[in-house]
């Protein structure tokens, strides 16, 4: 078994799929996290994908989901993003507690406000403006690891670094 710190990696990304993984090692710098992120020789798009990747449990994998949150009198339409483990799934209605109402993003949205693909969002370093929410289950682990940007992208952090590199608020927000 392949473990956390000695995943398989290929030195660098295909020049195609660099440009996301490239805009989220760039935000990692600039806010001075200390770990790079890593570009795996396999795609890790699923939650076991990547913990199978990194030799870690698959609540450790910091999944990111996309909603749409529909225009209404008050608020503009925007994507939501939650952050929770991979382990979990996402309760729409308690999101929808903090957010508004809901709707599916598909992937032409997210690409719109993410700038990534879907199995490669990461938390940060978004084309637009997000409203981000991470749920506390990411909590029970000590590392975490995180989509970088491209599905063969990933870097490692705690969810209290999460939350800073964020600034997105923990709230319960899985199925119980």
Known sequence: MTMAGDADTAATPAPAAAEGFQRVTAALAARGHPHAPRWLAVSARTSQEAADALGVAVGQIAK???FRRPADDTRPEAAVLVVTSGDRRVDERRVAAHTG???RA???FVKAWTGFSI???APLAHARELVTLI???LFRFDEIWAAAGH???VFR???PQLQ???GAPVHDVVQP
Do not use: C
Request: hydrophobic share 40%.
């Open 164 to 166: 800073a590199l964020t």
């Open 101 to 103: 109402p809901l709707a």
């Open 64 to 66: 990111s989901v996309i």
């Open 106 to 108: 598909d992937a032409a």
């Open 119 to 121: 199995g490669g969002v």
């Open 151 to 153: 599905p063969n992208g």
């Open 157 to 159: 952090l705690s969810p």
């Open 135 to 137: 749920d506390r289950e």
